[in-house]
């Protein structure tokens, strides 16, 4: 069974581009967190999705950032218009259907923003 | 979700046992203990959970003061591998929000040969 998967490992950005951030899920799981590292902080969390729904964005900045979890395919974080503040570690976790106290995390992908 | 309280860093040597603390002194009675784990350039690993009674698992022990107002994590022989930040967490237990973890700025244990 593949743990969390997600790609790209690293992701160099322009300012002002777009970044796209994929997350597979563990087979299985139907609930997905994204959470941000940035440098020298700690993790916090963004967003809580499950399939096709939003349950808890309250993490998430106002702007530029969104997120999805379609039916078919995996998780995406995306930013729009990135800026050098938006450098970090971006790490997705999943959880299964039933519940758990358990998350299951992923290597994360680390945006730079040159 | 309420605070928890840990030392910025600590040291260990190989092979011996390491005694990580955690203060949480505004506990409710529905919140589990969690510990998770970071080793350098990874995501975070589950190492252990708790509510009331003291646990194990192949990877640590978990010890729960009585009053449930501290906990200590115990690496029963640190081995390098073991170099990580350590994440002590509270979480109630929601159905479905296994994943919502609050996590402050951790215990970072260094081990020496």
């Known amino acids: 069974n593949a743990g969390v998967m997600q790609n790209p490992r690293h992701l160099v950005r322009r300012r002002g581009q777009e970044a796209r951030l994929r997350c597979s899920p563990m087979?299985?799981?139907?609930?997905v967190y994204w959470y941000r590292q940035l440098p020298e902080e700690g993790l916090k969390f963004m967003v809580y999705?499950?399939?096709?729904?939003?349950?808890?964005e309250s993490g998430m900045p106002k702007e530029r950032f969104s997120a999805e979890f379609p039916k078919e395919g995996p998780s995406i974080l995306r930013i729009q218009q990135v800026v050098r503040g938006d450098s970090a570690a971006y790490f997705c976790a999943s959880s299964p259907p039933w519940g758990s106290t358990e998350a299951f995390f992923g290597q994360g992908t680390r945006l730079t923003v040159v | 979700d309420a605070k928890t309280t840990q030392p910025n860093s600590m040291e260990s040597n190989e092979e011996e046992p390491v005694h990580l603390p955690c203060n949480h002194s505004?506990?409710?009675?529905?919140?589990?203990i969690h510990w998770y784990r970071q080793l350098p350039s990874q995501g975070p690993e589950y190492v252990i959970h708790?509510?009331?009674s003291n646990v194990n698992n192949r990877m640590a022990s978990l010890a729960i003061a009585e009053d449930r107002k501290s906990s200590t994590l115990i690496l029963h022989r640190a081995t390098l591998r073991d170099a990580a930040v350590y994440y002590c967490?509270?979480?109630?237990?929601?159905?479905?929000?296994?994943?919502?973890?609050?996590f402050g700025q951790g215990t970072e244990l260094s081990v020496k040969p």
């Open positions: 505004t506990i409710s009675g529905t919140d589990y």
């Open positions: 999705l499950q399939k096709e729904n939003i349950i808890d």
């Open positions: 967490i509270l979480s109630a237990r929601i159905y479905n929000q296994g994943g919502k973890l609050i």
């Open positions: 087979k299985g799981h139907s609930h």
């Open positions: 708790g509510l009331t």
